[in-house]
């Protein structure tokens, strides 16, 4: 499997933005995409922008559809997520993932806080 190392969180205000990087090393093969989940205090995990090996398809939460833009380099071993127009309800540690044929990868997770 990949390992992921995610890099570019922190404090924001309102309003702001942020960039998330994610790169995966270890060669992994059979990928299907990359992405990024996040996760709230006492709140499930929940997908906020995938995309596609491939075709470079992308899926975004709807609280995130015009704000956030999710890209990836050409081989698949890099992804970023750019954050606008953030809002306290962004707060939450973002993680990024990669599914693969034969298995799903995690990085151990960026904190994003976004101050009122």
């Known amino acids: 499997q990949a390992q992921l190392v995610e890099s570019g969180g922190g404090l924001v205000q309102t309003g702001g933005s942020l960039r998330l990087s994610c790169e995966a090393s270890?060669?992994?093969?059979?990928?299907?995409?990359m992405g990024w989940y996040r996760q709230a205090p006492g709140k499930e995990r929940e997908l906020v922008a995938a995309?596609?090996?491939?075709?470079?398809?992308?899926k975004y939460a709807d609280s995130v559809k015009g704000r956030f833009t999710i890209s990836k380099n050409r081989a698949m071993t890099a992804v970023t997520l750019q954050m606008n127009d953030l809002k306290p309800e962004d707060t939450a540690i973002y993680y990024c993932?990669?599914?693969?044929?034969?298995?799903?990868?995690w990085g151990q997770g960026t904190q994003v806080t976004v101050s009122s």
């Open positions: 993932w990669m599914p693969t044929t034969w298995g799903t990868s």
């Open positions: 270890g060669s992994p093969v059979g990928i299907k995409g």
């Open positions: 995309i596609t090996y491939g075709g470079g398809n992308t």
